[in-house]
């Protein structure tokens, strides 16, 4: 079921964030020029375990959002 689920949000949930790419693109360049690479380092393994919580999340609300339909 969690993967069927997965398949389905992957088809239907698309919608496009031009700003906030646009915001996340000017956050990596000050990054970029502000930090050194052990600094960027701890802040991408910080992202990445984020990142993680975040696409469990939608997902759990996809599958509400689903069963309640």
């Not at 398949?7 to 949930?13: M, S, T, V």
């Not at 990445?48 to 339909?69: I, P, R, W, Y």
Request: glycine share 2%.
């Amino acid at each position: 079921m969690y993967d069927y689920m997965k398949a389905l949000q992957k088809r239907f949930d698309r919608q496009p964030h031009p700003d906030l790419d646009a915001q996340v693109e000017y956050a990596q360049e000050e990054l970029r020029r502000d930090m050194d690479a052990a600094g960027r380092k701890k802040l991408l393994r910080l992202l990445d375990a984020q990142n993680t919580l975040l696409v469990e999340a939608k997902l759990m609300s996809f599958t509400a959002g689903f069963k309640l339909a």
